[in-house]
């Protein structure tokens, strides 16, 4: 009876054994394929976001104090350098364009959407500020926000900036499509034109010139939210206190 028993326990605990080694032998797959999906997922490395800062070349159109629109539109990218480096965002300038010829400036302006290409930018971003024709010069303000119709994240991006810009009459700020422009038909990532404001109406001019910091914030935060919302990257706080102002 004895021998009966054992024989039976050691029976048992085989099988148990038996059983256990093939649940292990089931799992193990599953375990090694998670181990192997993670590590190659800590392989691959987030390209760098990278925005392209195109401001006004037109030197010619003068405001209230002798400065013009080139000036102050390179002004607003100089200041948005600064911001989008505080939230990790690095940034490629367009270089002055002061010495070309306004015949010229299409052929300029495709070179920039090709040196944005050529630097894997994710943004593009042309800085502008407006001017209604001559026979109505002075008679209409507002900001106007051009995007491309081909690329829906440049749509996205948009409507991000229109929220949060800070133009003084939000009424005024608008969406505006025209795919013909060379900023709009030329790069190959999202790209927006930006009309912050009209420098041929008084108190427009009078807005840019006394705010190009804010606006440089204002636009910066738009693109580290754009970041956050299409990247799920968190928008980083502003360190630097000499860029701690209200932009919003």
């Given at each position: 009876m004895l021998k009966r028993m054992i024989s039976l326990l050691l029976t048992a605990g085989m099988l148990f054994c038996m059983g256990s080694a093939q649940a292990f032998a089931a799992e193990a797959p599953q375990t090694v394929g998670s181990e192997a999906f993670m590590k190659s997922r800590t392989r691959v490395e987030q390209p760098a976001f990278r925005v392209y800062l195109s401001p006004s070349p037109q030197y010619y159109n003068l405001y209230p104090d002798g400065k013009t629109e080139e000036d102050y539109m390179r002004q607003i990218a100089n200041w948005m350098a600064q911001y989008l480096h505080e939230y990790g965002i690095e940034t490629i300038i367009a270089p002055s364009s002061a010495q070309v010829p306004a015949s010229e400036w299409g052929t300029m302006l495709q070179a920039r959407a090709e040196q944005a290409a050529q630097n894997n930018c994710t943004l593009y971003l042309s800085i502008h500020s407006n001017a209604a024709p001559e026979a109505l010069s002075g008679q209409y303000n507002g900001c106007f926000i051009y995007?491309?119709?081909?690329?829906?994240?440049?749509?996205?991006?948009a409507q991000i900036v229109k929220d949060?810009?800070?133009?003084?009459?939000?009424?005024?700020?608008?969406?505006?499509?025209?795919q013909t422009l060379t900023e709009m038909a030329y790069p190959e990532m999202p790209a927006l034109l930006v009309q912050t404001a009209f420098h041929d109406y008084p108190r427009d001019a009078d807005w840019i010139m006394h705010n190009t910091q804010r606006i440089a914030a204002n636009l910066s935060y738009s693109i580290a939210q754009y970041r956050k919302e299409y990247y799920g990257v968190p928008i980083q706080e502003i360190t630097n206190p000499n860029l701690a102002i209200p932009f919003l």
């Amino acid at each position: 009876m004895l021998k009966r028993m054992i024989s039976l326990l050691l029976t048992a605990g085989m099988l148990f054994c038996m059983g256990s080694a093939q649940a292990f032998a089931a799992e193990a797959p599953q375990t090694v394929g998670s181990e192997a999906f993670m590590k190659s997922r800590t392989r691959v490395e987030q390209p760098a976001f990278r925005v392209y800062l195109s401001p006004s070349p037109q030197y010619y159109n003068l405001y209230p104090d002798g400065k013009t629109e080139e000036d102050y539109m390179r002004q607003i990218a100089n200041w948005m350098a600064q911001y989008l480096h505080e939230y990790g965002i690095e940034t490629i300038i367009a270089p002055s364009s002061a010495q070309v010829p306004a015949s010229e400036w299409g052929t300029m302006l495709q070179a920039r959407a090709e040196q944005a290409a050529q630097n894997n930018c994710t943004l593009y971003l042309s800085i502008h500020s407006n001017a209604a024709p001559e026979a109505l010069s002075g008679q209409y303000n507002g900001c106007f926000i051009y995007y491309q119709t081909n690329l829906p994240m440049s749509g996205l991006w948009a409507q991000i900036v229109k929220d949060n810009f800070i133009y003084p009459e939000k009424d005024k700020i608008k969406l505006a499509n025209n795919q013909t422009l060379t900023e709009m038909a030329y790069p190959e990532m999202p790209a927006l034109l930006v009309q912050t404001a009209f420098h041929d109406y008084p108190r427009d001019a009078d807005w840019i010139m006394h705010n190009t910091q804010r606006i440089a914030a204002n636009l910066s935060y738009s693109i580290a939210q754009y970041r956050k919302e299409y990247y799920g990257v968190p928008i980083q706080e502003i360190t630097n206190p000499n860029l701690a102002i209200p932009f919003l």
